[in-house]
């Protein structure tokens, strides 16, 4: 069985794209409720959505008989001919992301394509683990302030930095968490501590091996809700220990123990 097939079976879902307006209307109310945002500052609107879909692009959806529980837009982007960029996925049904990404994964191969980029909070634990144990993609650069302020109740009062997610369809990593098995990277477990967490604050260490552990809080949105001061410590941490590492050339190869694995070259 082809892995957006057993997955979506997995999740109970029919996954499908979508071309009626109806439709993105629907994928247009799912994100708002997923991410509340303000009236001008929706993740997508419904004409781009009907623009993109009728030019070639991914809009797929996942279902549960009438009601769409997840849904996904993406669309071409440079180099031509060889990647598809993630713009949105959001889903409120246990499973349903992860259907609809590796839908998203045979529809990108059918098309000859190889990869598939988005970006993504790197502080938020779970989209990490997602995006690099159960997808096997890698953050391939660090992106600082990348939207600006956003005005939607999971980022708002944050600043948005990003990872540059990179999906790499056929590569070892991505081969091995379609087939079910989340990656984990070799050398998780030699990981020098270069950020830990400590009664729910940052501390950097000085780690001068060639593998560190980037350790993330458990639950940023919590912190943010609870503490900003303590999200903000957690944002400039990171940014300055992964940001900086990545800067200097290191290579992030997983997500392990609660932190990102990265390695010097």
């Known amino acids: 069985m082809r892995p957006e097939a057993a997955a979506a079976g997995k999740a109970g879902v029919e996954l499908r794209e979508l071309h009626e307006i109806p439709e993105f209307e629907q994928a247009f109310r799912l994100f708002d ?25 991914y809009v797929a959806g996942a279902y549960d008989g009438e009601e769409l529980v997840g849904a996904s837009v993406g669309f071409l982007a440079a180099p031509v001919g060889e990647v598809l960029h993630s713009h949105v996925t959001g889903a409120v049904r246990k499973g349903a992301g992860h259907a609809l990404k590796l839908h998203q994964r045979a529809w990108a191969l ?42 939607d109740e999971v980022n708002a009062g944050d600043e948005s930095d990003r990872l540059l997610a990179v999906w790499r369809l056929t590569s070892p990593e991505a081969v091995t968490a379609a087939s079910g098995r989340p990656y984990q990277p070799g050398r998780a477990a030699e990981a020098e501590p270069g950020l830990l967490a ?65 390695e010097r070259q």
């Open 33 to 57: 409720d997923i991410w509340h945002p303000e009236p001008l500052n929706a993740p997508v609107s419904v004409e781009m959505m009907r623009a993109l879909s009728h030019a070639g692009n």
């Open 110 to 151: 059918a098309r000859g394509l190889d990869r598939v980029t988005w970006t993504f909070d790197p502080l938020v634990r779970r989209n990490a683990h997602f995006n690099l144990a159960k997808l096997g993609a890698r953050p391939e650069a660090y992106l600082r302030e990348f939207y600006g302020v956003m005005a």
């Open 198 to 262: 400590e009664y729910g604050k940052p501390v950097a260490r000085v780690a001068g091996g060639r593998v560190v552990l980037v350790e993330l809080p458990e639950d940023i949105e919590a912190v943010r809700r609870a503490d900003p001061g303590a999200a903000r410590a957690w944002r400039l941490a990171v940014r300055e220990v992964l940001g900086g590492m990545m800067d200097e050339g290191a290579t992030v190869t997983g997500f392990a123990r609660g932190g990102y694995v990265v």
